[in-house]
C-alpha cells in the first residue's frame, strides 16, 4: 500500500488524459474502490463535486480521499500492478474550474472591498452559493459583479503556492487553516490570496463571465448565488430565446417586455371588472324567478356562487328571504340562501336535511349544494 496518491491535478489542471498504476483494488458492497500510484480525478471535497470519467473503459462513479489516499469507486474490479487508461469528463471539470475560479474571484473582491469573509460554499453543476458574513444591498453586489468580470477582462495569472510552515504566517490569505504544513494557496494576482484544494484555471480570462443570480440575506450575513463560463453562456442564451419568444408574443421591443406586461395586467384587470358586471347583469336577465309570501326562490341555469351572491344582493332589497340555485347538471344545485332578518342557517339546515345538502354560513346567509329536482325545491321552498 502507499502513504499518498500523488495528486496530478494540484500541479497541472490541465490534464485530461494519464495512465497510472492499479495499487489496490477492494471490493465492498458491490462496489470496487480503487487506487492508483497517480490521479487527475479530483475527489470531492471543499464544496466541489468529484470528477467523473473513465479508467479503461469502466465509468468512474464517485472519487473520495481518505487520509491523503484517493478510491475510485467502479462497478467492476481492476488488476492489481496493471496499468490503466484514465480520461477525465472535461467538459464537466472545466466548467467547475471556471466556477470554482469564479467564486475565489468573487469572495476576494468581496473581501478586499467590504472586509467580509466567505463562511460558505457549495457548487453543483448548474449553480454557484457563496455565503458572506455581511450584509450587502443591490448597489454593493453590482460593484462586486463588475469589479469581477473586470478582474476577467484583467486576465490576471492564477498559481498555486506551497508555503512552508516558516513562511506561512507572513501570508495574508482567505480561509486560514489550523493546520501549518502542506497548505496550497490559490493566487490571483491583484485579487485573492486563499486556501483551496481543488484544480483552477489558470488565467481569469478562461472563466469567461461572472453572473450573480440573487443574493439574500442569509444569518447576519449574505447568500449569493452565481454562475460564470460556460453556465454563464448557457444561461444567457436560454434567457435571450425566451427573451425573444415573449417580444414576439407582446411585439415589444428588446427591454420593453416588463413595460408591455404591466400594461397587459391592467387591461386584463379592467377586462375582468367589466366582465363581473356584464355576467352579473347576465344573471339577472336570465332568472327566474318564483314569489311566494315574503320569500323569492330564483332559477339561474349555469350560474357560479358569485353570481349567485350577486343577484341576492340586489333581490334582497324587495325581499325577506332569497333562495337562489344553480343548476350543475339535472339533479344537482348550488344554493345561496340570504336574508336581511336571522335564521338564514336554520333554513339552510332543513334545506341540507331534505336534500341531502351539504354547506352553511352565517344568520344571514349561507351556501352549499344539494341534490333534488326543480319541483321538489320549489315545493319546499312554498310550501
Ligand atoms: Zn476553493
Request: glycine share 8%.
Amino acid at each position: 500500500m502507499i502513504l499518498h496518491t500523488i495528486k496530478l491535478y494540484e500541479n497541472d489542471s490541465y490534464i485530461k488524459d494519464f495512465s497510472a498504476t492499479v495499487v489496490s483494488s477492494e471490493e465492498n458492497n458491490g462496489s470496487y474502490f480503487v487506487v492508483l500510484d497517480k490521479t487527475a480525478f479530483f475527489p470531492e471535497g471543499g464544496g466541489q463535486d468529484a470528477d467523473k470519467g473513465e479508467i479503461n473503459g469502466i465509468e468512474v462513479l464517485d472519487v473520495q480521499i481518505k487520509d491523503d489516499i484517493i478510491y475510485h469507486k467502479l462497478e467492476k474490479p481492476l488488476e492489481i500492478g496493471s496499468a490503466v487508461d484514465c480520461s477525465i469528463d472535461w467538459e464537466t471539470r472545466f466548467s467547475r474550474m471556471q466556477n470554482h475560479t469564479g467564486e475565489h474571484i468573487v469572495s476576494g473582491v468581496i473581501h478586499r472591498t467590504f472586509g467580509y469573509n466567505n463562511v460558505g460554499f457549495h457548487m453543483n453543476d448548474t449553480l454557484v452559493t457563496l455565503d458572506v458574513d455581511g450584509p450587502l444591498n443591490e448597489e454593493q453586489i453590482r460593484e462586486v459583479e463588475l469589479k469581477s468580470n473586470q478582474a476577467i477582462y484583467g486576465n490576471k495569472s492564477i498559481k498555486a503556492i506551497y508555503p512552508t510552515a516558516e513562511d506561512l504566517p507572513d501570508y495574508d490569505y482567505r480561509s486560514k487553516l489550523d493546520i501549518t504544513e502542506g497548505v496550497r494557496l490559490i493566487e490571483i494576482e491583484d485579487t485573492d490570496l486563499c486556501a483551496c484544494c481543488a484544480p483552477h484555471v489558470s488565467r481569469t480570462g478562461e472563466v469567461g463571465i461572472i453572473k450573480i443570480l440573487s443574493y439574500i440575506p442569509y444569518k447576519k450575513g449574505t447568500r449569493i448565488e452565481m454562475i460564470c463560463g460556460a453556465l454563464a453562456l448557457n444561461d444567457y442564451m436560454n434567457l435571450h430565446t425566451t427573451n425573444k419568444a415573449i417580444m414576439n408574443m407582446l411585439s415589444a421591443k428588446r427591454f420593453e417586455i416588463a413595460d408591455s406586461v404591466e400594461r397587459i395586467q391592467t387591461e386584463l384587470g379592467n377586462a375582468r371588472v367589466e366582465n363581473k358586471k356584464l355576467s352579473g347583469e347576465l344573471a339577472m336577465l336570465k332568472m327566474e324567478k318564483h314569489i311566494a309570501d315574503n320569500k323569492v326562490c330564483v332559477f339561474i341555469d349555469g350560474a357560479s356562487y358569485d353570481e349567485l351572491r350577486n343577484c341576492s344582493n340586489t333581490l334582497i332589497e324587495e325581499h325577506e328571504y332569497c333562495y337562489l340555485f344553480s343548476n350543475t347538471d339535472d339533479n344537482n344545485y348550488i344554493y345561496v340562501v340570504s336574508s336581511k332578518e336571522n335564521g338564514v342557517r336554520e333554513l339552510v339546515q332543513n334545506l341540507n336535511k331534505t336534500f341531502n345538502g351539504k354547506g352553511g354560513g352565517r344568520d344571514t346567509y349561507a351556501q352549499g349544494k344539494i341534490t333534488a329536482a326543480k319541483e321538489e325545491i320549489l315545493n319546499f321552498i312554498t310550501k
